[in-house]
């Protein structure tokens, strides 16, 4: 595999722009091949979301944005690539016709991924000297993690590595099936409520406030099975099955028919989707459904359940800062969540920022996870904060860490909250003392924590005092 991290993309619509942004945002650089002449504006709209959100998702840092670049030819877009992600329209004879550049183009050790919904990759290999493996993501591709891996196993083992690198997940189908998983699910669903509108049953907008407001939430976090294990109590799943499984013969579904796509059918769903949506922009309705995924999915973080995992084992992935005279203990975005009614960062988020920064501190000087099981850790015991200028969603920052005092039980903090031009949007002085878990007193510090707090306080103790350190509320500017 090449040792540079370059991805070809040929066909920038949604999905394939989604796919630049996936790569892109993770540090890779970008090769676009797309005749569309609109191509770049597309694309350009995409990542603008996806730097919006995609970033928000984490609480360290993504790698530098790689390069992104347009070619007028195939050849020039794959040169020296190590993966090529199609994603041309639902044809099988362009698919072929397209595949067969790429492997003539395409560096021997490339992954060569399809974006497609439906094909099989016996069928996207047939009569023709190829190698694409299925890679079919979902929408937004910069933020859902989901990747269907179908072909290859040898290749789709190596395109799983580099999707878990990117922050994906890859779920390999155990055969090649049509549509593979997901939408074969999603197709049941969309079936049934297009008869459920024929019928006069509902509308667009009350079939999806059915999902939204119910399973959809439970499914974001538990799937299908999980949840319906739950639902068969402290019998489990065999008494969810004994209970339930009489209904699959009741005449309750249509999933065999599907409703005829006359004229009328289509245009009573289109008008009823304008009256739902009409009055937001595509771009706008991308916006709401970025930040409401940024939300949940964060969300899913605290508890490590279903994509809140693939996203905790990503980010212990990326780098940290590079530290100068002071450590960087905190360098992420600001969330859209972290935004009120003013527009800004809310007060609160101020301070979980300085939680995090102390969180990270601890682990540096050996008060890590481990530490903590073990029985002992640092608590806060008194904060000041000073609010110097206000901060918005999408604003890089980070926080330097001062160590003012750190001898015996305590531990004096002074985090400086950094805008990306270097100003100071915050400070927080922080006394914390040190406890033994099992008694919940305090107490001193393992060796190993107390020896390498010192090292900092005194490395740091000829530092020039922060201004704002020993200030309370209240008090007067000398100035």
Request: aromatic fraction near 6%.
């Amino acid at each position: 595999m090449s040792a540079r991290k370059t991805a070809a993309i040929v066909g920038g619509g949604v999905i394939g722009g989604g796919w630049a942004a996936r790569f892109l945002l993770n540090g890779w650089d970008v090769q676009v091949f797309d005749p569309d002449p609109e191509a770049e504006r597309k694309i350009g709209e995409v990542l603008d979301n996806a730097r919006r959100a995609l970033p928000a998702l984490y609480d360290k840092a993504l790698p530098a944005e790689g390069q992104l670049s347009f070619h007028d030819s195939m050849e020039e877009a794959l040169a020296d690539v190590s993966w090529v992600q199609e994603s041309v329209p639902e044809r099988l004879d362009l698919k072929h016709k397209i595949h067969a550049q790429i492997n003539e183009f395409a560096p021997a050790d490339a992954i060569i991924g399809s974006s497609t919904s439906g094909f099989k990759p016996s069928e996207l290999n047939e009569g023709g000297d190829t190698r694409v493996i299925v890679a079919h993501p979902f929408n937004p591709v910069y933020l859902l993690p989901l990747i269907e891996l179908v072909g290859d196993a040898a290749i789709c083992a190596k395109a799983g590595d580099i999707l878990r690198s990117v922050g994906c997940f890859p779920l390999t189908v155990r055969k090649e099936i049509d549509a593979h998983i997901a939408d074969r699910l999603l197709e049941a669903v969309w079936r049934e409520g297009l008869w459920l509108i024929k019928d006069g049953i509902c509308t667009t907008e009350e079939l999806d406030e059915a999902i939204r407001m119910g399973f959809g939430l439970r499914w974001a976090q538990m799937g299908l099975f999980e949840t319906y294990r739950i639902a068969g109590g402290e019998a489990g799943m065999k008494h969810f099955m004994a209970q339930f499984g009489p209904a699959l013969e009741w005449p309750w579904t249509k999933l065999m028919d599907v409703p005829e796509f006359t004229d009328e059918l289509v245009d009573l769903i289109a008008d009823q989707s304008d009256a739902q949506s009409g009055h937001m922009s595509i771009r706008a309705l991308e916006r709401l459904r970025d930040d409401n995924l940024v939300g949940m999915m964060r969300a899913l973080k605290k508890s490590g359940t279903g994509a809140g995992g693939v996203l905790n084992a990503h980010e212990a992935l990326l780098p940290t800062a590079p530290q100068g005279d002071l450590p960087v203990t905190v360098d992420r975005v600001i969330p859209q969540s972290w935004t009120d009614y003013n527009g800004h960062m809310n007060e609160a988020h101020y301070l979980e920022v300085s939680a995090q920064a102390t969180d990270r501190f601890m682990e540096m000087i050996g008060a890590d996870a481990d530490y903590v099981a073990a029985g002992k850790s640092y608590f806060t015991v008194e904060n000041h904060i000073r609010y110097l200028d206000e901060m918005h969603a999408g604003e890089a920052a980070k926080v330097t860490t001062q160590v003012l005092a750190g001898a015996g039980k305590k531990m004096h903090l002074f985090h400086s909250l950094l805008k990306a031009d270097g100003s100071v949007a915050a400070t927080v002085e922080t006394l914390l003392l040190h406890m033994d878990l099992t008694a919940r007193k305090t107490s001193v510090p393992d060796d190993p924590v107390a020896a390498a707090l010192a090292t900092y306080a005194s490395a740091h103790e000829t530092l020039p005092l922060p201004d704002g350190a020993g200030r309370h509320v209240g008090q007067r500017d000398p100035s």
